[in-house]
Every structure is written in structure tokens, then in C-alpha cells.
């Protein structure tokens, strides 16, 4: 088996999210549910906010025109009232409604109370203090649109509304397939030599659920492709499959061609590193990504392919990485031809290369804090430069 | 009442997270149920990883010394055997074990087999493509310290060493009480006149949650000091209480007060713009926030101070906030003295301030990507400045 040719690690994502369309069901969810949720409808507002006058101040409603003159030095005197006419006016408390016949509030700080007699020391413009109906969301407003990721000041905007149920789009389903005869389930017995954990696969599904998705992580498969075969069968029902292991072009690595011989492999060998041997498809319009087996070229095919497949499927908006800048403590050294994902270690400010460690090393993930991204036509990065590193979640 | 003399934002915060300790107490967990947990003891790797020489290539073990004087116009002939000896070879995968006389691996790529002989055309130095033991992981080493944040690829790491469980912190239990006679609990009827919904204890909820704390939301209480005092007492069992609304100087104020009366009130009154009434005390030994029940105030408190209080209690490390870099469309002004949140929308690269909304207008963040945040001692930004935005979450 040979790798197809080697695409451009851009090319490759974007003809791959090309083949397969978004997920249309949406499910109706109470709003308390709906953090980090992505909002299937656009939600127009069915009432005003606030549906009536409301003070802005702890102070007293008036009618501006009655205050005309006031100063400092000089008050106008008010008549306390339960209502407001000329010459009245009406204890409010921030919140409180602002009756009919008001039009202004004074601060409590401008005012002294002599009984039934208000010292007002400042003149008002009309709507002074006072919010009008629909100041905050006015009815029939659009509050939130189609596509959003709801935070939880949305959720507090829809609560304000009285909404207690919103449709969402669904969470994307990922099947999740470790494969490999040298893997030892978690929990049963010790690897022998030639054997290691399996880990790939419960990395794999914590990544799916923090970006927003839900994961099936199926049995270990081994190196066979017939069994490979009947396990991509099975996941079907799911929205996307990640296959881990068997991606490579040794004798014992079947998956690509099992892909391709179930759906249309459309890549196999991305210019990306470490993760070369990645590979996509499609199987019944589902996506499929074949994650090389080793952690950390597992762990960038991940972040490049599987977060934005995750991302199209569930109509999740792209989000901003977390990122800081730094300054190389060493040299990086890259392959042109090749988008590069190298670790760091950032320390006071600068970004130390964990250059030396293989893509099989998984550690070296744990140890690094995050990734500088270096562009296929670039050779790397000199000493002293400084980078953009984007912090590994 | 009044405020206490008005306290500068970053002293304020700092005066308060010195009041009170972080929580002691653990848990043990399935490794699989910690992502984003903070571990609470060092691990040290109880194994090597790997545990046996492995293979780093698909090829042949061979003894290097073997290789000597091969090149592609002049191989060496080996003998294919279950073993390596001199003049012996064995096939091997990725991961494989290499058996003890050999010292390297040959990739497939540089050899030809004939029958029971291999040809290799490449010379090799000793130990090429051989993974020694602990390659990965020594023995002893220390994997992960205490107060970490675990992501996927941490957990990753720690079930390649066949840890199952692992102690991690306690999540802190923030109680959060909502006052104010004008709430109606969402889902029982329609707000009147003077009423609206309770919003700030669910969004509380929400961004507690989502910043790593568990949460218990109390019945809305009325503004009276005595069933303030008793919600509070009530909610001493929690790690953190906040208490929503009550907080200004107005006459249905109780809020500080009642913190006061109960334990000590550290600050009352913030150079925080907007935020002002936040008050902040210490009941029992438990940090208690009196959020301002203006929403936009509220939120502005909930992500300075509940936050921060949050982080210390749960040993949870600062976090990189999400940020980008735009352009003032508009000049933001804001007074000095006041550390001060400004609301903007991102619309292609330019930050368009939502400045017109007050402190009560809780629309305005919903519409808002993120904050500028203006220090105390500068008065604003000017149109086109470049100025970082804190995405808010």
C-alpha cells in the first residue's frame, strides 16, 4: 500500500469538509441546559424589556417641567404623593415604575424630605432617570440569531424574555475506533512486551466532548481488515468515525483502504507534522478521519481535522484559540512542505522547543503547553523570534 | 448608608483573596471523569514507558554492526530469523519489540526480501529506530504536579501508566442568592408592573459552573435584612456565597449591611466601572460577594471578583482569557478612578463600543463579544486606537 500523494494540509481539511453537509435535527432543550449550546432558531423577543417606565434611580418621580429653576442653592418644593401631578411627586426605588404624569426621577442624593414636603435642589431634563418601555429589548426585536453559541449572559437575555425552552441543534455523535493488536484495554491486565495501553481512544473522546460533541469509544479493533470493516459498519449510526491506528503504509496498516473500499477515501497522507499519515473519507456521507496511532501526531490531527469536522457537523462557530506570544529560547526546524505543530514549554515569557521527542511520544504532549504552528512554505523559526503559541485545551 | 470609602479594583481584589484559604479537601476519580479537574498530588510514573525496546519503524531488527559498508548500490544479505544474532534479521512493526542482540531497525523501505534472505541498503548506527525503555516516561519521574488543570492529553498520559483514579480537588460549592421584592422566579407568572424576571442567580449559575465550581441557587429572597441574614446563615455550609442585588445605598439596600453584621465586610464600594456597589466580606471564614443586581454590573463583578474567589478556593490555575486585537470604531471614554468594562462588538476587525447602555441594560452584553478593559489611571481610548477585547464566555 502506498500513501496517495501528499496534499497541502489546507487543501486536504477543506475538500474534506466540502464532502459532507451539516447536521440538520435540533432538539428542544430548558434554557439552563443550553450553555456552550448552539441555537437552532433565531429567537425574536415577544415582549418589551422592561414592559413598563421604570425608575433608573432610588429617588423621587416628578415632572421635569415642575423642576425648572432648582439648583443647589435654590430648591422647588414637591408635595409627597402616591401619584404624580403638577407639584407632586413619588417615592421610587431603582426599578420601581415611573407612574403616568412623571416623566423624570431625582436622585435621592438632590433631594431632603420635610415631612410631606420634598426639597428638590436640581433642575431635570424630561426622561431624566427614567428607562422606557422596551429601553433594554423592545418586542419583536431579534435577540439572538441562528448559529449562535449561547454563553450564559444569552441564557440570562432569554430568561429576561420568560423563555424557558429553546431549540438547539443536536450534538454530533462521534464514534470513536482504537485499533491496533498491540493495544491492552484500560483496566483489564498489564501490557506485555509489544503491548501498551490504549490511549488514544479515551484522548480522542475527552477532546470530542470538550469541543462540543458526544463520543461512543467502541472495543479495541485489531489489525484485521475484515473486522475493521464490520466496526465502521457498525458506527454508521454516528455522525462522524475516528479510526486510531493502521493509517500508515506497513503491512499491518489496513484502515485506509478499508475506508476507501467501504466509502471514497479522499486523502491519505497530509503535509502536516507530525500526522503525515493521516487520512479522510466519507462513508455514507459521514465523515471519517484515520488518526495515525502515534499520541502526538494523533493529538494534531485532532485539533486540525477532527475539531473542524466536529465544528461543521454541529454548526459551532470557530472559535478563538487561546493564545499567547513568546519568544523561541531555540531554534525550531521545519520541513517545507509540511504544516508543523511543534511543542512548547512556555517559561517567563519565552517558548522552550520540546524538539527532540518523536511523534510517539506522548509525554511530550503532557509537557508542553502549546503548539507553534509553522506554514508549509516557511523553514522554521530562529532563536530569539518571537511566536505565536496556541495553548493546547 | 453609605460606601465605604470607594477602593480601588486591584487592591479590593487582592485584600479579598487574602481573607480566605484555598479548599483542603480531595476526591478520588476515574481518570476518565477529570478533564479540566485540578489534580491534587504529584504522579510519579510507577513504570517505564515503553517497558520494553520497541520498533520506531516498520522494517528489520538487525545487529547495526551488521550494516557496516551497506549502501544503495551495495547491500548486505541477512538471514530472516525468529531471533538476532550475527548475520540475523527478524521482522518487526511499529511498536514491536526489538529482540535482545539487535540494536537498530531497518526500514522497509531499505531493504528487498528474497525467500529467507533480506537485503539491506542502508548502514545504520546503532540504537536507529529503536525506542529505548522509558523512552517516554522514566520510572520516578515526576508526570504531572500538584494544582495542575488536567487536559485530554494529560489524562492520556496518565492511563498509558494503567493509573485509573487519581485525587483531585474538590470543586468549591458557591450558593448564590438572589434578593430583590421586584423578582419573579422564572416559569411561575407573568412580572408586573415594577417586577421582572430573576436573571442574575441563573447566569451566576451558569459562569460558575463553567469556570469549574458546583452550585446550589437559592429561592429569591426579599429585601428585608432579616430574611437576608437567615438565607445567608442557610447557605454556610457552602464554599463561597454570592448574593445578588441589595448592594447600592439605596433604603431597600440590606445586602453589605447584613454582611457586615454577620461577619466582616472588607469592601463596600469598587472603582469598577460598571460595578460601583459591589461589596465583598468574610462570614465564618467563607468569602462572600455582594454582586450588584444590575446585570451588567453584576456580570462585571461576577467576572473580576467571583471568578478570581472561585480559582483560589478550587486550586484552579489563571487561565488565558480568549482575546483579539481591533480598532475603536469610537472613541470610549471612561473616568478615572475606575477600572472600567467596556461592552464592544467585533465586526471585522474594528471593536464598536456599545457605550449608550447603562449598567441595567442586560442586552448589551448579549450583543457584546468581549471587553475593553480601561485601567484606572488612563481616561478612555480614542477612535482607531488598536485595543485588546477580552472575548467574554
Known amino acids: 500500500m502506498m500513501f496517495k500523494e501528499r496534499m497541502n494540509a489546507d487543501e486536504a481539511k477543506e475538500l474534506f469538509l466540502r464532502a459532507f453537509p451539516p447536521l440538520s435535527d435540533t432538539k428542544l432543550l430548558p434554557i439552563e441546559d443550553c450553555d456552550g449550546r448552539i441555537i437552532a432558531e433565531d429567537i425574536i423577543a415577544n415582549i418589551d424589556v422592561p414592559h413598563y417606565r421604570r425608575a433608573a434611580m432610588d429617588g423621587f418621580a416628578v415632572r421635569a ?77 431579534i435577540i439572538l440569531k441562528k448559529g449562535q453559541k449561547l454563553r450564559p449572559c444569552d441564557i440570562a437575555v432569554l430568561a429576561s424574555l420568560g423563555v424557558g425552552n429553546i431549540r438547539v441543534f443536536r450534538k454530533p455523535l462521534v464514534a470513536i475506533i482504537p485499533t491496533g493488536e498491540e493495544l491492552v484495554p484500560r483496566g483489564t491486565r498489564e501490557p506485555e512486551e509489544g503491548e501498551v495501553y490504549e490511549t488514544n481512544g479515551l484522548m480522542t473522546a475527552l477532546y470530542i466532548r470538550k469541543w462540543g460533541g458526544n463520543t461512543r469509544l467502541t472495543d479495541i479493533v485489531t489489525d484485521d481488515p475484515e473486522k475493521i470493516k464490520d466496526a465502521i459498519m457498525s458506527a454508521l449510526d454516528a455522525d462522524m468515525i475516528i479510526i486510531s491506528g493502521g493509517t500508515s503504509v506497513g503491512k499491518r496498516d489496513y484502515v485506509p483502504a478499508v475506508v476507501g473500499s467501504l466509502g471514497n477515501l479522499l486523502v491519505h497522507g497530509v503535509g502536516i507534522s507530525p500526522g503525515k499519515p493521516a487520512a479522510l473519507g466519507i462513508i455514507n ?89 509553522i506554514p508549509p512554505n516557511v523553514e522554521g523559526y530562529d532563536k530569539g523570534e518571537e511566536v505565536e503559541v496556541v495553548l493546547i485545551e
Open 65 to 141: 417641567s415642575d423642576t425648572l429653576g432648582a439648583g443647589s442653592n435654590s430648591p422647588v418644593v414637591l408635595k409627597l404623593r402616591q401619584a404624580v401631578g403638577k407639584g407632586m411627586c413619588l417615592r421610587v426605588h431603582t426599578g420601581s415604575p415611573v407612574p403616568d404624569g412623571a416623566d423624570a426621577v431625582v436622585m435621592l442624593e438632590d433631594t431632603v424630605l420635610h415631612g410631606g414636603d420634598v426639597e428638590i435642589f436640581a433642575q431635570l431634563p424630561p426622561f431624566k432617570n427614567v428607562g422606557e418601555i422596551g429601553e433594554d429589548i423592545q418586542k419583536g426585536e
Open 285 to 373: 456521507g459521514k465523515p471519517v478521519i484515520c488518526m495515525p496511532g502515534y499520541p502526538v501526531a494523533g493529538i494534531v490531527a485532532l485539533y486540525f481535522f477532527a475539531r473542524a469536522a466536529l465544528r461543521k457537523l454541529g454548526h459551532i462557530p470557530d472559535e478563538q484559540d487561546r493564545k499567547v506570544r513568546a519568544v523561541l529560547s531555540e531554534k525550531i526546524v521545519s520541513r517545507i512542505g509540511y504544516k508543523t505543530f511543534a511543542r512548547v514549554k512556555l517559561e517567563k515569557g519565552r517558548a522552550i522547543p520540546l524538539a527532540t521527542s518523536g511523534a510517539g511520544i506522548l509525554s511530550s504532549v503532557s509537557k508542553a503547553d502549546g503548539f507553534v504552528i
